[in-house]
């Protein structure tokens, strides 16, 4: 079994258990926090996949430095994989676990990148016409990127619509070569 799959079960299954207790957002924020800590601190990263550290130990400190941080639902997830030996997953699972809430939430991201900023105007009129097409309420992400040299990639969830200018040389690249 792939971790993508594994990943997903348990954030399935957490989703499942936040949903029941109301505490969603609570949760996928610990998760982000969590999985962020432990990115940025290597000697945290070490201990938790140290084959040489004990999984009660482990755990303990664990406890120690996230005590006023975290639920007992993370800590419970946490501890779970740590027993599991699939600590290295959590990551995935704070990623799927999010995007499950969107789902279920009937929210789709939007990931646009542009050579400029866009007015508030111009979000505007992109995040409705994005809603539209998909019919669920639109969370954008804007990025800048002056190499498209001007006009818009959208990503929203596996589709991509690119009306940049760089895009549109590229594919009237290939029509020429394509007459030749």
Do not use: W
Not at 31 to 52: A, E, G, M, W
Not at 132 to 138: H, I, S
């Amino acid at each position: 079994m792939t971790d993508q799959l594994i990943a997903r079960r348990y954030a399935s299954a957490l989703y499942l258990v936040c949903l029941e207790k109301g505490i969603l957002n609570q949760v996928e924020k610990e998760l982000i926090y969590f999985s962020t800590t432990v990115k940025l601190n290597k000697d945290l990263y070490r201990l938790l996949t140290s084959p040489r550290i004990s999984f009660e130990k482990k755990k303990e400190l664990l406890k120690i430095i996230f005590t006023d941080s975290l639920s007992q639902v993370t800590f419970n997830l946490i501890f779970l994989l740590i027993d599991k030996k699939r600590e290295t997953i959590l990551p995935e699972i704070s990623d799927i676990f999010s995007h499950i809430i969107l789902e279920n939430s009937n929210i789709v991201v939007a990931r646009i990148t542009t050579a400029f900023p866009l007015s508030s105007v111009e979000q505007e009129e992109i995040k409705t016409s994005i809603s539209v097409l998909t019919g669920k309420t639109v969370k954008m992400e804007i990025d800048l990127d002056p190499s498209i040299i001007g006009g818009l990639i959208v990503r929203v969830e596996d589709k991509v619509y690119d009306g940049s200018l760089t895009g549109h040389l590229k594919r009237l690249e290939q029509d020429m070569a394509g007459i030749s």
